[in-house]
């Protein structure tokens, strides 16, 4: 991936310190540093995300269409929760110091820190992670469309969404008033109350029926009969970088 670098040159660059590329900041407790190859030319098919959050916070549901995460907890606690698109299930990974969570590929996830302090380090397997934001796709998404789709409420899904005006990337936002008090206790306790379970799951996770596709490509089986491989996945539109990246 860095066969094009001329090694020669007085530009190659081998280190950089990502205080220098603030890539979000919510407040001093909640913020996000990056480093990609506009950083650091020298780096292959790899960059990363330094993630500092306080409890509570989220690093809102998002997916990199482009990359898969590797996200490994340094100090503090989070849950790490994806959704599987073949078993159609939500799966909460929880991660203290020394623990990774992997989410491949393209899958909707987010990370909510469960104490003060935490600090991620989000490790990317592309120069540079694209990134699209859940808050992108339901400000940007006519409600009218929501609501046609999902047979909804056209006038109150919009006054529920007017709020979110803009990348969330961390929340809720500094200016969030919720209008159920302690919504945001409510939603951390509910990932803490699954974690024992979800441990499990993790380890037994029962895969969807799927068709049969050998017809159109010889996929082996692995230990259990299941098929080892899936046909390559299709993802939706390219996404857009946000600034810092």
């Known amino acids: 991936m860095i066969s094009y670098m001329d090694f020669t040159s007085p530009s190659v660059q081998y280190t950089y310190d990502l205080r220098n590329n603030l890539m979000f900041k919510k407040d001093d407790q909640n913020f996000i540093n990056a480093l990609s190859i506009h950083q650091l030319n020298t780096l292959g098919n790899v960059s990363l995300l330094d993630i500092y959050l306080s409890k509570s916070n989220v690093v809102e549901p998002h997916t990199h269409q482009n990359a898969s995460e590797l996200v490994y907890c340094i100090?503090?606690?989070?849950?790490?929760?994806?959704?599987?698109?073949?078993?159609?299930?939500?799966?909460?990974?929880?991660?203290?110091?020394?623990?990774?969570?992997n989410v491949p590929q393209g899958w909707w996830h987010y990370e909510i820190a469960t104490v003060d302090q935490t600090h991620?380090?989000?490790?990317?397997?592309?120069?540079?992670?694209?990134?699209?934001?859940?808050?992108?796709?339901?400000?940007?998404?006519?409600?009218?469309?929501?609501?046609?789709?999902?047979?909804?409420?056209?006038?109150?899904?919009?006054?529920?969404?007017?709020?979110?005006?803009?990348?969330?990337?961390?929340?809720?936002?500094?200016?969030?008033?919720?209008?159920?008090?302690?919504?945001?206790?409510?939603?951390?306790?509910?990932?803490?109350?699954?974690?024992?379970?979800?441990?499990n799951h993790v380890q037994r996770e029962v895969r969807a029926p799927i068709q049969d596709n050998r017809a159109q490509g010889d996929y082996s089986q692995d230990g259990e009969g299941h098929p080892s491989a899936y046909p390559p996945q299709q993802y939706i539109g390219n996404g857009w970088r946000y600034p810092g990246l």
């Not at 592309?126 to 047979?151: K, N, Q, W």
């Open 75 to 101: 100090s503090g606690a989070a849950v790490v929760s994806l959704i599987n698109p073949f078993t159609k299930q939500l799966i909460n990974i929880p991660i203290s110091p020394g623990q990774v969570a």
């Open 120 to 199: 991620l380090l989000a490790i990317f397997d592309a120069p540079i992670p694209e990134f699209i934001g859940g808050s992108d796709l339901l400000r940007l998404t006519p409600a009218s469309v929501f609501a046609h789709t999902y047979c909804l409420d056209k006038r109150l899904l919009a006054d529920v969404l007017a709020p979110i005006t803009d990348t969330v990337v961390i929340g809720p936002p500094a200016n969030c008033n919720p209008a159920v008090s302690g919504q945001r206790d409510h939603i951390q306790s509910d990932h803490v109350q699954k974690d024992h379970v979800q441990r």
